[in-house]
């Protein structure tokens, strides 16, 4: 199995904040795995690490076996990396078809418009709306929809059910599901254990910086306990 992702002794810095210690992970293509822990944990800077927004990183990180820690931002997105941020980034001068017009597009394979409103039928409805005037839900399933214009097919979501209603959060379980049968690689940092286990096949529980439990999907049963014990469940 070609492997999409591949992290080696990870370890990235905020000015003199020393976040991450090492951190080591591997995704497959067409892999769903979560990175697990409590805030603070070093989750989301692991995402923005991958994507070359910490202020130092060293370590290796390797893109479909290509070397990115000494790469740009705008160099590493082109190679087929999406980012889905916790605050969503949605622009409140645009309308939500507007915002989904917004990114470069990466590669052929992108999602067209009318593929993204079959996916997601609420951004047709509301698709004349400003931006932030949509829902919450709607904003999320919108943040979404704009990496997958882009083309990019491993696809880094950070908390993308917090706050949201439980009706939401099913329809994007549904989302991830469909995306993973199309071969996207996703990476999920989560907080809603229920909502990620049944979708990933791979657990990493981070912390401290570090991953001190690497939990498979046909493990979470004599697992449990472990996991509650590090996620405060």
């Avoid at 923005?48 to 927004?53: C, D, E, F, H, P």
């Avoid at 076996?65 to 980034?89: F, K, N």
């Avoid at 078809?97 to 590669?107: A, D, G, K, Q, Y």
Wanted: glycine content about 10%; some cysteine; charged content about 20%.
């Amino acid at each position: 199995m070609t492997v999409a992702l591949e992290i080696k002794n990870l370890q990235a810095w905020y000015g003199e904040s020393h976040i991450l210690h090492g951190v080591d992970l591997e995704v497959h293509q067409g892999e769903v795995v979560t990175l697990l822990g409590r805030n603070g944990a070093g989750r989301t800077t692991t995402l923005r690490a991958i994507l070359g927004l910490t202020d130092k990183r060293t370590g290796s990180i390797k893109i479909n076996g290509v070397e990115t820690r000494d790469l740009l931002t705008h160099q590493i997105a082109p190679m087929g990396i999406g980012y889905c941020p916790e605050e969503r980034g949605i622009f409140s001068t645009l309308t939500a078809e507007e915002n989904l017009f917004l990114p470069p597009i990466i590669s052929k394979d992108g999602f067209s418009v009318d593929e993204i409103y079959e996916m997601f039928p609420n951004l047709y409805e509301r698709r004349s709306s400003p931006g932030t005037r949509l829902s919450g839900g709607e904003q999320q399933m919108l943040a979404m929809a704009r990496i997958l214009r882009t083309g990019a097919k491993i696809l880094l979501l950070d908390e993308i059910t917090e706050g949201l209603a439980p009706v939401i959060v099913q329809k994007l379980g549904q989302v991830v599901r469909s995306l993973r049968e199309k071969g996207y690689t996703i990476i999920l940092v989560e907080q809603n254990f229920h909502f990620a286990a049944p979708l990933a096949d791979r657990h990493y529980v981070v912390e401290h910086g570090q991953v001190v439990e690497t939990v498979l999907s046909s493990e979470l049963t004599q697992k449990t306990s472990i996991l509650n014990s590090y996620l405060g469940v």
